[in-house]
């Protein structure tokens, strides 16, 4: 979408839209993340030239070899999701599977720069017909064959250029390898044409505290070095600004910035009412981080990102060690929500995911998995049972995908013979709807906003396409947020937000208005949504949650609950 500059900009400056993702107004020269080895390199190189096909093979394992062990130690500097992704990475680089099919190629000739090309062509086709988060790998694949091709023609790998000045970063889409190891003093936004709230630029775009815009048309249209100014919570990227202008700008939002990482807790609003604010984590690593921030505990542990990369189930006693890492940092501060296996669908589990499933995010994912393998679920409550009473941690667990008021309460019921507090996750648009009922069952709900919405707007959340559906906004989500959070509230019982809406500071305002008693999210993001919740009272909570839920659409309701809070 384009239209005219707010007055006051440059004459000849006009604004593209998208979905803000990190609110804060950065501005700079932008930079394109190089996608392709040069032409020429791959030509010169032609087929390697190499006497047997046991030669060129060798060549194709050196350059795994190389581009592997680059995911790697990418990964070790990374954290959290984007350190999960490029361990996944390196071993999709090295899989038999491809390497089988790169040595069948290579006998049709051409070289290992084409039989690379094959391959990979070959697998992303069958991942593209899988759909969900094996369609997204498919951009992993394409990722792959440019390093492979990069090290194969002696060319640098392709990526994100290192930028002499501070710079707008703009691309089509981001993959991880693209934005590990970025710097956020010299990359100070990120904006991408496709994606949606819970891509993968907009998580990386949140650990690094930097505004971000996603899901732009047209802005793979600005060219190299344009002057852009980047509004990460308006959702405008204002090509031809004013540099002095937005200097101007960027300077306020910094120091607005700067304010709000002041925040220190603990969270509540202007007039007193005090809310819990927790962690997202997903391993013992992040939870040591979140530790260090004013948070009330954890409110979503993703135990499924231990396991990504296992081929078999770890024993009971293996995954309680793992689970203790987590709890221990919390041990005596707030409680800890554990999440059961989530495998299925966007999150692979070697050991646990079914194979071959036509729609797999509507397939057998989450607890819908222990239906037919009940001794998984045993085992690993077994395992949470054990790591609580190691560290003396208050843990909670809750039940991914839950649909019926039946599998809540056969959860509840085994999750309660271990002497643990059962929950259920509201994530499928039946349960918000008999939240009432869940509630009769089990002690706690903590609504997925990022299941909840790609359910309720079917529209699949990682369809970088369909960015406008997948926006937890959308009038139709927060109707079934807020039955939800009324539910618990004529109760008593808890009912928290866990997925990427309670990141977004605005949004916070509302779901606390509509009744929500907790909100759990990256630890980097809590500084900013505890901020915002001090500067304004319950009762301008529950007007901002009025005129969201009255608005027709995400835009509206962004500015209405902007209104709403002035
Ligand atoms: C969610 O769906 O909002 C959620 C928190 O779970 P995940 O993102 O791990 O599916
Ligand atoms: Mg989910």
């Given amino acids: 979408m384009t239209t005219e500059t707010p007055s006051g900009s440059d004459p000849g400056a006009h604004s593209l839209s998208g979905t803000p993702v990190v609110a804060g107004i950065a501005a700079g020269p932008a930079v394109h993340v190089t996608t392709d080895v040069s032409p020429e390199a791959v030509a010169r190189f032609g087929d390697g030239g190499f006497a047997t096909e046991d030669e060129a093979l060798a060549a194709y394992d050196e350059a795994v070899a ?52 094959a391959a990979v062509e070959q697998f992303v086709t069958v991942f593209t017909t899988m759909g969900g988060l094996m ?24 990526g994100v250029p290192t930028p002499l000045v501070p710079s707008v970063l703009v691309a089509s889409d981001l993959a991880p390898s693209d934005t590990s190891g970025l710097d956020a003093d010299q990359v100070v936004a990120l904006v991408t044409e496709r994606g949606g709230p819970t891509s993968h630029t907009a998580i990386i775009a949140r650990q690094l505290g930097i505004p971000c ?43 607005e ?72 940092p919390f041990r005596d501060r707030g409680h800890v929500v554990v999440r059961t296996l989530d495998a299925g669908s966007d999150k692979p589990i070697a050991f646990a995911t079914h194979e071959g499933e036509e729609n797999p995010a509507l397939g057998v994912r989450g607890l819908r998995l222990a239906f037919g393998n009940p001794g998984l679920l045993e085992r690993q409550l077994d395992a949470i049972a054990l790591a609580a009473g190691r560290t003396g941690a208050d843990a909670w667990v809750m039940a991914p995908m839950v649909a019926t008021v039946a599998e809540a309460e056969q959860f509840a019921a085994v999750v309660r013979s271990r002497g643990l507090k059962p929950g259920v996750m509201v994530e499928v648009p039946s349960a918000a709807l008999l939240a009432h009922q869940m509630l009769e069952v089990v002690d706690f709900l903590s609504i997925g906003t990022n299941d909840l919405t790609q359910y309720t707007m079917a529209a699949d959340r990682t369809a970088a396409d369909l960015a406008h559906l997948t926006d937890p906004w959308q009038p139709a989500v927060l109707q079934l947020i807020a039955i939800t ?30 009744g929500v008693t907790s909100l759990s999210m990256a630890a980097r993001a809590v500084r900013s949504v505890g901020s915002q919740l001090s500067r304004v009272t319950m009762g301008a909570c529950e007007a901002a949650a009025e005129a969201a839920l009255s608005a027709r659409d995400p835009r509206a309701a962004r500015e209405a609950v902007r209104r709403a809070l002035v």
């Avoid at 999701?81 to 996944?88: G, R």
């Avoid at 990504?308 to 293996?318: I, M, Q, S, T, W």
């Fill in 66 to 117: 190389f581009v592997a062990e680059t995911f790697t130690e990418k990964a070790a500097v990374a954290h959290g999701p984007a350190a999960e992704v490029l361990t996944a990475s390196a071993g999709l680089v090295r899989d038999k599977g491809l390497r089988s099919a790169v040595a069948k190629a290579l006998g049709s000739g051409g070289g290992p720069v084409a039989a690379v090309h």
């Fill in 135 to 158: 369609a997204e790998r498919a951009t992993d694949l394409r990722d792959i064959e440019r390093r492979l091709v990069a090290r194969l023609v002696g060319e640098p790998a392709p």
């Fill in 213 to 255: 815009v996603v899901g732009v048309p047209g802005v793979t249209d600005v060219v190299e070095g344009e002057y852009v100014l980047v509004d990460g919570e308006a959702g405008t990227v204002v090509r031809g600004a004013d540099p002095d202008e937005a200097r101007g700008l960027v300077e306020a939002s910094r120091a």
């Fill in 257 to 328: 910035r700067e304010l709000l990482q002041a925040w220190a807790g603990p969270a509540a609003t202007a007039d007193g009412v005090r809310l819990q604010l927790l962690a997202n984590v997903a391993d013992g690593r992040s939870s040591q981080r979140a530790s260090d921030e004013p948070v009330d505990g954890v409110g979503l542990f993703r135990t499924e990102l231990c396991f990504l990369d296992r081929a078999e189930e770890p024993g009971v006693d293996e995954q309680a060690d793992i689970y203790a890492q987590v709890l221990n």
């Fill in 485 to 514: 959070a009324h539910a618990g509230a004529e109760v008593g019982k808890p009912v928290g937000v866990c997925g990427e809406a309670a990141a977004d500071p605005l949004l916070a305002t509302a779901l606390v208005g509509m």
